[in-house]
T-cell receptor, first 112, second 116 residues
Framework: GDSVTQMEGPVTLSEEAFLTINCTYT??????LFWYVQYPGEGLQLLLK?????DKGSNKGFEATYRKETTSFHLEKGSVQVSDSAVYFC???????????FGKGTRLHILP | DVKVTQSSRYLVKRTGEKVFLECVQD?????MFWYRQDPGLGLRLIYF???????EKGDIPEGYSVSREKKERFSLILESASTSQTSMYLC???????????????FGNGTRLTVT
């Protein structure tokens, strides 16, 4: 079935470092791709999305590009802040299963 | 902004009790979902509903049931709570079906349930 694989955490970085969280997927057809973020004590919220190949989603300084050839949707940010500490989930919309499929999440710690 | 409200942030129940987790959304969304979140396992879909009085099993429905009597409210029921159901429970809603890219999920803040 359709699936999402993302790098395991926790990832610990210093403030202002460059961030990459890897995400790859397996899917039938052409899914939409998402990154959700979960701040401490809260539910998930949509961070960004991309709906077709080569689309770039961006929000709050984060970016991810839909790469069909490598079936990837890596999350990047040029300069992280302490406030970016959270759990990040990569997800896809499975047309075959008609549901959103999530990766297992990557916990990010940013040190001041 | 869409608001999804879960009635309790923390619950402690005893083994064998019947447990109700309530979720209300205020944006007239058709679709509602219940997930559980466990370390190392990510989010797993328990049940979902695309309409009032309609329900569909997700990936891990065993030991759970749901009720959707009104469009805005979706309840998760643990008929006889067990320690294996200790978890974080997340409710979500969306406007369209999962295959609609214009319909991201909107989540509540979660209910952390402990069964002793």
């Amino acid at each position: 079935g359709d699936s999402v694989t993302q790098m395991e955490g926790p990832v610990t970085l210093s403030e202002e470092a460059f961030l990459t969280i890897n995400c790859t997927y397996t899917a039938t057809g052409y899914p939409s791709l998402f990154w959700y973020v979960q701040y401490p004590g809260e539910g998930l919220q949509l961070l960004l999305k991309a709906t077709k190949a080569d689309d770039k989603g961006s929000n709050k300084g984060f970016e991810a590009t839909y790469r069909k050839e490598t079936t990837s949707f890596h999350l990047e940010k040029g300069s992280v802040q302490v406030s970016d500490s959270a759990v990040y989930f990569c997800a896809l919309s499975s047309y075959r299963d008609d549901k959103i499929i999530f990766g297992k999440g990557t916990r990010l710690h940013i040190l001041p | 902004d869409v608001k999804v409200t879960q009635s309790s942030r923390y619950l402690v129940k005893r083994t064998g009790e019947k447990v109700f987790l309530e979720c209300v959304q205020d944006m007239d969304h058709e679709n509602m979902f219940w997930y559980r979140q466990d370390p190392g396992l990510g989010l797993r879909l328990i049940y979902f509903s695309y309409d009032v009085k309609m329900k569909e099993k997700g990936d891990i429905p065993e030991g759970y049931s749901v009720s959707r009597e009104k469009k805005e409210r979706f309840s998760l029921i643990l008929e006889s709570a067990s320690t294996s159901q200790t978890s974080m429970y997340l409710c979500a809603s969306s406007l369209g079906t999962a295959s609609s890219y214009n319909s991201p999920l909107h989540f509540g803040n979660g209910t952390r349930l402990t069964v002793t």
